[in-house]
Nanobody
Framework: QVQPVESGGGSVQAGGSLRLSCTAS???????MGWFRQAPGKKREGVAG???????AYADSVKGRFTISRDKAKNILYLQMTNLKPEDTGMYYC?????????????????????????WGQGTQVTVSS
């Protein structure tokens, strides 16, 4: 399997929690992945990124509430989301194998949306009600 597959989305009330999972591959050229989201009528934005060494970076809007992690043995990427807010509503996507040219993958650039990605998942919907 090369295409990431997300799961774990759902509907929760504000203040609730969800954990998203992304089943990925161990055969990507660059072991750097990210979570992105897109709300209706808005551009897609980076939420969290993780580099090959396990270093993490987050968008300011989710810092302190979301945690990205990876189980390398199972090839699963996670996004633990707590204290969810209505503005967190959107389709959440997992992306893998960024095009970084000759440079290493920087986790900050993952969140900033600098890279083009070879593989995108189909997305999982998160809806937070007030």
């Amino acid at each position: 399997q090369v295409q990431p597959v997300e799961s774990g989305g759902g509907s929760v009330q504000a203040g609730g929690s969800l954990r998203l999972s992304c089943t990925a591959s161990n055969n990507y050229r660059r072991n750097c992945m990210g979570w992105f989201r897109q709300a209706p009528g808005k551009k897609r934005e980076g939420v969290a990124g993780i580099d090959a060494a396990g270093g993490t970076a987050y968008a300011d809007s989710v810092k302190g509430r979301f945690t990205i992690s990876r189980d390398k043995a199972k090839n699963i990427l996670y996004l633990q989301m707590t204290n969810l807010k209505p503005e967190d509503t959107g389709m959440y996507y997992c992306a893998a194998d960024p095009d970084t040219g000759i440079l290493p993958c920087y986790k900050e650039y993952v969140v900033e949306g600098v890279y083009d990605y070879t593989y995108w998942g189909q997305g999982t919907q998160v809806t937070v009600s007030s």
